[in-house]
């Protein structure tokens, strides 16, 4: 883990700190700037809750993440609304995630205009051992207060409403509306609504 550039400006303690982060995590450049709870905020709270205004760019993906994170130095949680593009693919919605509880624990709603599912085979093939190794994994975030053992553990729920979703040059998907948990191990999706016609 290389940070090649870390920046923080500000003006007034009362003023948001602007922050720009250049770093490299096993090859795969990570660019992020934005801005983050003022100094005045972050002296008051012992560094235990942040605001952010974030774009993150890595592989191709384009995120900007607008919420809060909490309990930075116990067991971490987050909330807030992101924007995500990839390759002419758009997907909005609200994201929480919690480590603070002994399960952690992950909600996510996600909308899309047209969403194209080929264009994202080529990035999973190419670093399918970077996203899944679970030496990797405890590599980047040894000593810090997230196990990988314990994210294996996740519950999640996922909403998804996406109006057409191309499979492939012949098959697209219409009107996506689903519900997919994962809790204890088990896989359950709900689907509510989906048309499926040729293209």
Known sequence: FTIHALEIEMDEP???LEVKIATTISG???DAKGTISPWK????NDFNKLDVDAEIKALGYKMQFKGALNNLLDKISAAGTYDLAYKGNKINGSLEVSLAEEI???KLNANGDKIDVA????T???HLNWLVSSAYAEEYIFQTTIPYSYLQQVNADISLNLK???VDKDIAL????SDINLKDGKLKIDIKQLEAMNM
Do not use: G
């Open 174 to 177: 219409d009107n996506v509306v």
């Open 104 to 106: 952690p624990y992950i």
């Open 41 to 44: 905020d972050l002296q008051q």
């Open 119 to 122: 264009s994202f085979k080529q």
């Open 14 to 16: 009362t003023d948001p």
């Open 164 to 166: 057409k979703v191309i």
């Open 28 to 30: 795969i450049a990570i």
């Open 124 to 126: 999973a093939c190419n």
